[in-house]
């Protein structure tokens, strides 16, 4: 079982900027998709932003132009930029082992880490 631990998040006013990252217990970076989700309260999960393993984003229409996920060797991350009030949300980090598209469903999640934007 892979493990998830995601850090970057916070309280930040709107317009502003965060950097959340997500590093993995394992060596996970190559042949895995990975992503960032988010919940807000009353709200479903959904899909922020996805790197395939062959480096494919794929990012929400609400955070386009805005949010930018990139990995490394020892971490995925995502960089959230121009924050609005709706950006507020629990952000977690997903991976599923996977050549290819990345999938719906991802089998390995982190616990989360919370995003408030306040104006």
């Known amino acids: 079982q892979v493990q998830l631990v995601e850090s970057g998040g916070g309280s930040v006013q709107a317009g502003g900027s965060l950097r959340l990252s997500c590093v993995a217990s394992g060596y996970i970076f190559t042949g895995y998709c990975m992503g960032w989700f988010r919940q807000a309260p009353g709200k479903e999960r959904e899909e922020v932003a996805t790197i395939s393993s062959g480096m494919n984003t794929k990012y929400a229409d609400s955070v386009k132009g805005r949010f930018g996920i990139s990995k490394d060797n020892t971490a995925l991350y995502l960089q959230m930029n121009s924050l609005k009030l709706e950006d507020t949300a629990m952000y977690y980090c997903?991976?599923?082992?996977?050549?290819?598209?990345?999938?719906?469903?991802?089998?390995?999640w982190g616990h989360g880490t919370q995003v408030t934007v306040s104006s």
């Open positions: 997903a991976a599923h082992p996977v050549w290819g598209p990345c999938p719906k469903d991802f089998s390995n």
